[in-house]
Structure formats: C-alpha cells, structure tokens
C-alpha cells in the first residue's frame, strides 16, 4: 500500500475473473480502518487480537451496493497467523448485519520455536 496500490485486492480480483463464465462473483472492498493499529510482527495471538479490536468499520457505499446486489460475503485475507485480522473483519461485518460465508486466505503461517538449547544463548 505504500507503494500505491493493494496487492490483496488485485489478487482477489484476477482470482474472480478467472470464475466468471461460470458465476458472477463482485469484488468490494467492503471495509476501512477506523482505528490505528500497531506492528503486529512481535505480538502472540492475544496481543493481535487486542491490537485489531474496533479496528475494522465498513464502508457505507459498498455496503449500500452489497445490499442492492445481494449474495454470499467471502472475507480474503493475505496471510493467516493467529486469525486475529479474518476474526475482526468478520466482526466488523456481521455486527453491521452482512453475514460471512466463508473466510479464505491466500497462505498461511507455520508456528515454529526455538530449540530449548537456543533459547538459552
């Protein structure tokens, strides 16, 4: 985003187009931020969750576009690591009366440790 675009967005987008002769599928970013988060990298699954708590509202236009279209909502996500971003988006949208289908993500994080010898130096 930094550099000026999404690059989930245009994943979701070309993944869509590849299903369109056999259903019409919309892409809408349903959501925005609405509340400041910090870096996640160092938080544990409590600390992400507490981190992104409120922190999703949705957009009102696209929820008015949702509302005319109908359908089924199908949260995308980048990367899942604790669930902590899915959970609030899901939050966020249920709690404004669009119900999720379904929560899909592009990959996933594997937990590792250290090694007890590793830890200790």
Do not use: F, W, Y
Not at 17 to 22: D, G, I, K, N, Q
Not at 59 to 68: D, E, I, Y
């Amino acid at each position: 985003r930094a550099r000026g675009h999404d690059p989930l967005l245009r994943i979701v987008r070309a993944g869509a187009a590849l299903t369109r002769p056999h259903r019409h599928i919309s892409v809408l970013p349903l959501l925005r931020g609405r509340l400041p988060v910090a870096d996640q990298s160092g938080l544990d699954a409590a600390g992400r969750a507490a981190n992104l708590r409120d922190s999703m509202a949705v957009r009102a236009r696209a929820r008015a576009a949702l509302v005319r279209t109908g359908g089924h909502v199908v949260v995308c996500d980048d990367v899942l690591t604790t669930g902590a971003t899915a959970r609030e988006a899901q939050r966020a949208l249920e709690e404004s009366g669009i119900p999720v289908a379904a929560i899909v993500c592009l990959a996933a994080t594997v937990r590792r440790s250290l090694p007890l010898s590793a830890k200790a130096h």
